[in-house]
Structure formats: C-alpha cells, structure tokens
T-cell receptor
C-alpha cells in the first residue's frame, strides 16, 4: 500500500493564479481531510469529507474548494492565490476510528 | 470548543536525557488523545494514542498517560536518541464529532545532541 500520496511536493504560484493540490489514498478510507500548517503552528483543518460526494468546511475554508467524486481522491483547489495561502498542506485519511494517516505534504509559496 | 495546549519549544537535550513534553486539553466530551511526530520534510506519523481515562499509550520507548482529572497527556521518554529529533504534536479527537476531526497543539520542536 502506498498510503496517502500528495502531488506536487513543492509549488510556487504568483498572486491570482489557481492550482489544484492532489491527494489520493489506497486504504479504502471513507474520511479524508485537508490541513494547512503555518510555521510554528499546529495544523488547521480546511475541509473534510465523510465519503464520496460529501464534503464540509473546517476551521479555515476561505479561498479553497474541494470535491470528492471517488473514495480514493480528494483534490484541493486554490482559486486566486494570495500570499496568506503560503503554507504546507497536508492531506489525511481515516477509517472508522479516530486515527488519521497523513501524506508527505505539499509546500506552497505564493509570491 | 476543543483546544490543546502544548509546552512551548524548542527543547534541546543531550542524548540519553529524560524527556517530558507537557500537553493539556479542553474538550466537551470524552476525547481520544494522540501524539504525532513529524520528522524533517515529512508528514505526521502517529506515535501513540489513548482512548479513555487512565489508558497509557506507548511506542518506541515513548509513553503518555490519559489523565482525566488533570486533563493532561504528557509525553515522556526515559532516554532520548539523536534520531528522536523531530516536532511532536499533541492532538485530540472528540468522539462527538461526526468526522473524527483532530484538534492539534502548536507542536514542540525537539533537538537531541550527541
């Protein structure tokens, strides 16, 4: 099993550009999550999904969108990138229990 | 709402020293508690967990006991190694939440010197 995979690993965007961060898991987990991690801070939840076709906002959803068309994939879309979205983004998944499994992260810089 | 407060870092220790990283929490229900570890350039990995009061989670020489009376889940290791250098996050999952959401502390950077 590959677990949770994320692409790309690094990306630099200009202000106003858009991009999609990809996340996939091969553990057949129903629950998937997107977090952002700012320097010296813990992780903050952006969006989550409890199953294909169902998504909901987390603590910091503004400026982001998600979709969940399959169990495996949970892409995060940034529209009109802003410097405040410079961060490291982590995708995670979980089964019925509370333990979450994390991907390696995407480091995004908006200039 | 739920919150987790962690001991501020960074923490620097010599190899074989004793480690304690304090963690306290606020939750409305009966949460599960976790310690995650993040090695440089990597994602978070579950280190240990405890799901009810007085449970002790342990892994790789690390231990933490779920103390409901003090709302704490302090991480300890008797003898740290250079390879333990990482950022450690305390987290909770409130069982009342439908999506198994995790609330994280701000993380504690540990550096172990040879």
């Amino acid at each position: 099993n590959a677990g949770v995979t994320q692409t790309p690993k690094f990306r630099i965007l200009k202000i106003g550009q858009s991009m999609t961060l990809q996340c996939a898991q091969d553990m057949n987990h129903n629950y998937m999550y997107w977090y952002r991690q700012d320097p010296g801070m813990g992780l903050k939840l952006i969006y989550y999904s409890v199953g294909a076709g169902i998504t909901d906002k987390g603590e910091v959803p503004n400026g982001y969108n998600v979709s969940r068309s399959t169990t495996e994939d949970f892409p995060l879309r940034l529209e009109l990138a802003a410097p405040s979205q410079t961060s490291v983004y982590f995708c995670a998944s979980s089964a019925l229990g509370p333990e979450q499994f994390f991907g390696p992260g995407t480091r995004l810089t908006v200039l | 709402g739920d919150s987790v407060t962690q001991m501020e870092g960074p923490v620097t220790l010599s190899e074989e020293a004793f480690l304690t990283i304090n963690c306290t929490y606020t939750a409305t229900g009966y949460p599960s508690l976790f310690w995650y570890v993040q090695y440089p350039g990597e994602g978070l990995q579950l280190l240990l967990k405890a799901t009810k009061a007085d449970d002790k989670g342990s892994n790789k020489g690390f231990e933490a006991t779920y103390r409901k009376e003090t709302t704490s889940f302090h991480l300890e290791k008797g003898s740290v190694q250079v390879s333990d250098s990482a950022v450690y996050f305390c987290a909770l999952s409130d069982r009342g939440g439908s999506a198994r959401q995790l609330t994280f502390g701000s993380g504690t950077q540990l550096t172990v010197l040879p």
